[in-house]
């Protein structure tokens, strides 16, 4: 059945032990991880913990004895050492639109001789949305979103742009940009930037205090396994704290929310970019999904990414049924995320076709399935699976079937 060849690489993987770790659903190959993780047996656990004994129990003691209220910055510290960031520079809440919101309003304020926020056209629709509704509330003299396609990118970089906004992996394509370099050009050009780490954090080494980083953005449901909703988290780097000040002055960012001043001071720090009352339930699995990754060396996580992704293009190429699906993300491993996305007319249909079978893909409009790769749980024998399956789900033509044809609300 499963060839030797993979049986191996199963059995040197330096991240196999992790699996046990997670509760996957029996006979399942998960390959959305990058939408939305799974559930750690310890995250199951300790959110059973903290809904019985503090909620259930303690009730609003929990705020000190089991210091939900440190939940934000404690969770923001587990996540640091994974992007490159010393501590003092992470905090979690919110979500990645409500954070970009807070970031660009703050460094266009920062940068305020010039109006011109710059992204891709093909960037995350959330990125460009809210920038747009910040264009609307500000008015275009003071804020304009301009979108230009990637090769144009560095020639755009100029005198009139103050503030860039990029994504690092491409969601469709999975093409991956390089931090240090375009950070680096905009500085040059007096730009700051504002990085969204949606389908980097937890897949790829980053390194944002050594890369100049200003700002960043990234999500806690993805790749850290927090769960549905999870918060995100925000990078501000240190020389630029005491320049920014963010728009959603909620209490919980005040400097001292319990003394109930008339006055908004801002906490030092990027604790001032917490709004209102921390999401604790949320926060709580988050914190226990980061222990997954204590000593785990995110170079590992990278290598078996790219292992596991060329193992599942070497097995497409060799499958002569699947000659008519398009690799649109870039075949140098070095190129691309932790992502492989296919275009095919029937993309969606062979996506529903493939979760009846359980192997759980993404489609992504308009002809995008997608599969993510996520090192802590995957075995290289799922992947030899997976593709089998996707074979006779393509080469059978079984995906044609109605019923696979139904589109739903979420994809
Ligand atoms: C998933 C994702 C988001 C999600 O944003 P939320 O506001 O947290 O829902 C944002 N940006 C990118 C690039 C994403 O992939």
């Known amino acids: 059945m499963i060839p030797e060849f993979v049986l191996e690489l199963d059995k040197y993987d330096v991240l196999a032990h992790k699996r046990d770790e997670f509760n996957l659903p029996d006979g399942v190959i998960y390959l959305d991880g990058n939408s939305l993780g799974p559930l750690s047996k310890h995250t199951q656990q300790h959110l059973q913990q903290v809904v019985q004994s503090q909620w259930g129990t303690d009730l609003i003691k929990s705020w000190n004895t ?3 209220i440190d939940l934000p910055s404690k969770v923001g510290e587990k996540i640091a050492p994974l992007i490159g960031a010393a501590p ?12 970009l919101f807070k970031l660009l309003s703050g460094a266009l304020k920062i940068n305020s001789e010039r109006r011109v926020i710059l992204s891709l056209k093909d960037n995350f629709p959330t990125d460009l949305y809210i920038a747009q509704g910040l264009s609307q509330l500000l008015g275009t003299d003071r804020c304009e979103l301009k979108q230009v396609e990637l090769p144009d990118l560095l020639d755009q970089l100029d005198d009139s742009v103050s503030v860039l906004l990029l994504t690092q992996v491409n969601f469709r394509t999975g093409d991956l940009l390089d931090i240090q370099a375009i950070t680096q050009y905009a500085h040059e050009h007096g730009i700051l930037v504002v ?23 990234g999500c806690g449901y993805k790749y ?6 999870a918060p995100a988290f925000v990078y501000v780097n240190q020389r630029i704290q005491e320049r920014i000040r963010q728009p959603l002055t909620g209490w919980m960012g005040h400097r001292a929310p319990f003394q109930f001043d008339n006055e908004y001071q801002p906490s030092k720090g990027v604790s001032h970019f917490l709004s209102g009352t921390p999401n604790i339930l949320s926060l709580a699995g988050l914190d226990a999904a980061m222990d997954a990754f204590s000593g785990v060396d995110m170079g590992d996580i990278r290598n078996k990414s790219i292992a596991l992704s060329e193992l599942f293009l070497r097995l497409v190429s060799e499958a002569e049924s699947l000659t008519n699906l398009e690799c649109i993300s870039p075949l140098d491993a070095q190129q691309r995320g932790s992502q492989l996305s296919f275009a095919h007319p029937q993309a969606h249909a ?3 076709a493939l979760i009846a079978q359980d192997v759980v893909a993404d489609f992504r409009a308009p002809n995008i399935v997608r599969f993510g790769f996520t090192p802590l749980y995957q075995r290289f024998a799922d992947i030899w699976q997976a593709v089998k399956i996707l074979n006779q789900v393509v080469s059978s033509e079984r995906y044609l079937k109605a ?4 589109r739903q609300k979420v994809t």
């Open 66 to 68: 089991h210091q939900w």
């Open 88 to 99: 003092g520079q992470v905090i979690c809440c919110d979500s990645i639109s409500v954070n």
């Open 195 to 217: 990085w969204d780490l949606a389908h980097s954090a937890g897949a790829l080494p980053l390194e944002l205090d050594k890369h100049q980083v200003d700002f960043a953005v």
């Open 224 to 229: 850290f396994n927090g769960g549905p909703g």
């Open 350 to 352: 062979i996506c529903q």
């Open 403 to 406: 019923e696979f044809q139904q």
